[in-house]
C-alpha cells in the first residue's frame, strides 16, 4: 500500500486554528515545494487560511527528481482520464484527513492547480460532495467531462487562467474545458494571459489570491444562511 501523501505546509499568517485550507497541486515532474510558495504570496489575503502543497504519489518517468499524479505518454487516448481516476483516491483520503486534523468543513476548503495539478484539481473537485468552496486551475486541462456530475449540487466557483503562449498545454485546453463545464451549468471564470507561456505570471497570481477571498466568503454566507 503507498504510503499517504505529504508536502511542505504554511501555517495561517494571522496565527490560531485555520479557517479555510487552500491545496496545491503541482504540475508533471515537480513536487510539492513548486507551489507553497503561492501561499506566502497570498497570505495577506487569506490570513486565516493554512496552506498545504501534497508531493504526487509517483516518482516521474521523465524527471529523475520529479513526481508526477500520473504517467503521461501523451500518445494514449484515454489516458487523461483514467491517469486521474486512478490518482483521485489518494488524493482524496488527503483532503479528508487534512480538513479532519484542522476540524474543518468540506466548504473551507479550495484546491488549486497547476497543469496536471488542474487535471486532478477538476476531477477530484467537482466529484466531492459537500464540494469545495472552489477551484483554481493555471495551465491546465479538463480530463473527461463525462465523469463529472450531471446534477451539481452546490457547485465550487470555479477560475481557469491560462497563457496564450503556453506551449506544453495550449490555450485552447482552457476554452474547450470552460465550455464543457458551461454546459453542465457549471459557472467558469476565466483568464488568457497574454504573452505568457506554461507558467503563472503576477495577473494571475493576483485573480488568483482575490478569486479565492471571495470564493471563501461567499462559502461561509452560504453555510451561515
Not at 48 to 65: K, L, Q, R, T, W
Not at 72 to 100: I, S
Not at 146 to 169: C, K, R, T
Not at 188 to 209: F, K, M, N, P, S
Request: aromatic share 6%; charged share 15%; net charge negative.
Amino acid at each position: 500500500m503507498a504510503p499517504p501523501l505529504d508536502g511542505p505546509r504554511l501555517s495561517p499568517a494571522a496565527g490560531g486554528a485555520p479557517r479555510q485550507l487552500v491545496v496545491f497541486l503541482h504540475g508533471y515532474g515537480a513536487d510539492g515545494n513548486d507551489l507553497i510558495g503561492l501561499g506566502r504570496e497570498w497570505a495577506r489575503l487569506l490570513p486565516h487560511a493554512a496552506f498545504v502543497s501534497p508531493h504526487a504519489p509517483e516518482p516521474c518517468g521523465m524527471a529523475p527528481v520529479g513526481r508526477q499524479w500520473f504517467n503521461l505518454t501523451f500518445r494514449e487516448a484515454g489516458e487523461l482520464d483514467r491517469g486521474v481516476k486512478q490518482a483521485g483516491p489518494a488524493l482524496n483520503a488527503f483532503l479528508d484527513t487534512e480538513l479532519k486534523r484542522h476540524n474543518l468543513s468540506a466548504r473551507a476548503l479550495a484546491l488549486v492547480g497547476f497543469s496536471q495539478g488542474t487535471m486532478m484539481a477538476l476531477a477530484v473537485g467537482l466529484q466531492r460532495n459537500p464540494s469545495p468552496a472552489a477551484i483554481v486551475g493555471y495551465s491546465g486541462a479538463l480530463a473527461d467531462v463525462a465523469a463529472l456530475p450531471q446534477q451539481p449540487g452546490s457547485a465550487p466557483a470555479i477560475l481557469l487562467v491560462h497563457g496564450d503562449m503556453d506551449e506544453v498545454i495550449p490555450v485552447d485546453a482552457m476554452l474547450i474545458a470552460r465550455e464543457q463545464l458551461a454546459q453542465l451549468g457549471l459557472p467558469v471564470e476565466w483568464h488568457v494571459a497574454e504573452g505568457i507561456g506554461h507558467g503563472i505570471d503576477g495577473e494571475g497570481l493576483r485573480l488568483g489570491g482575490a478569486f479565492l477571498k471571495q470564493a471563501f466568503a461567499a462559502a461561509q454566507l452560504t453555510q451561515g444562511s
